[in-house]
């Protein structure tokens, strides 16, 4: 039967089994003094034959920093964010670092609330998915805590931050549809107070622009990156006439919930509409018909903003990086082309 960690054993009674100092089990502890090397075999000798396990929590509340990283995420019911945390986790594991999670619903009081709460246990860092109206850049100037913020970067942020290049992902879409030979196309956003979204559409537009295509306000709809929020939209995109003969979803969750509106009106994707979405998500290819898709590196995106935020935690001194990252379109068979077939000779 495997040994549980010792809890509840205290640095003095490491340092009467060891007969040394308290202060000296503290300094092996925490590498705060030089101890010799005699002295730090012994009290490491202890500490693994009783198994001690050192308190984060109370390393923090003395007012140094932990192995914790914190990170806020906007809606942990989104497919999405579990591949970046994963790539988070991925990093900080391996180097000794562990993860707290905090859901914020998109609500900035609650992501303040969450980041005061991280920040009271002396994090190492914190990594933070922003909400639109987020406070915790401009609340915490002057604060030592390493932070960076990842997928969202406001305008405001001067700070690292890693995301993905959203707005060229919505070009190519436009780019593609248009090239496809559609022209009565139609858009699902997300919330319009979420700059990705914002991306996204500003990207779409672009394209089309340069295609001599206007994108009319009414084939728009905005919507929560949900199932539910694009079967809404789209139910009502696909009411209009003329109809469009394309839709860009601006997620992937988007993107099932309008082909679930286009199956509930009998309207066939492709053959009625094509339906593109943004995401990459690892099971969009497994639906009918796979979906075509903007893929945006989640894991990528985390582990890179792992990896930056280390090495400040280690005290690398740089001016702040704000990477962005390529996106790319794969196009499987949600979309249909309206190109006039070639005659055969």
Known sequence: MKKSANKTLTTKQIALAAGVSVGTVSHVLNGSATVSAKLKKRVEEVIRRLDYQPSQLARGLRG???????????????????????????????????LVLCNADNDPEKELTYF?????????????IPSESSRIGRATAGDNIQIIFVDRCPSWWKGDAVVANNENGGYQVGEYLARMGHRTLAAISGPS??????????????????????????????AQFN???????????????????????????????????????????????????????????????????????????????????????????????????????????????????????
Do not use: W
């Open 227 to 345: 199932t539910e929020g694009g079967f809404a939209a789209a139910s009502q995109l696909l009411s209009l006439n003329p109809r469009p003969t394309a839709i860009f979803a601006s997620s992937d969750m988007l993107a099932i919930g309008a082909l679930e509106a286009a199956r509930a009106m009998k309207i066939r994707c492709p053959d009625d509409v094509s339906i593109v979405g943004f995401d990459g998500l690892d099971f969009v290819d497994l639906i009918e018909p796979a979906l075509t898709t903007v893929f945006q590196p989640g894991y990528h995106i985390g582990s890179l903003a792992c990896q930056l935020l280390l090495e400040r935690v280690r005290g690398v001194n740089h001016p702040p990086e704000q990477k962005m990252l390529n996106t790319e379109l794969c196009i499987r068979d949600s979309v249909r082309s309206l190109l006039p077939r070639k005659k055969s000779k």
């Open 193 to 222: 107070h979420i700059e990705t979204a914002r991306e996204r559409i500003r990207g779409f537009k672009r394209a089309l622009a340069e295609a001599g295509i206007q994108l009319q306000a009414r084939y728009v709809q905005e």
């Open 64 to 98: 140094r920093t932990t192995v914790l990283l914190g990170v806020i995420i906007p809606d942990i019911k989104n497919p999405y964010f579990p591949s970046l945390v994963r790539g988070v986790e991925d990093v900080a594991f391996k180097e000794g670092f562990r």
């Open 116 to 128: 005061n709460d991280l920040r009271s246990f002396n994090p190492a860092g914190i990594i933070v």
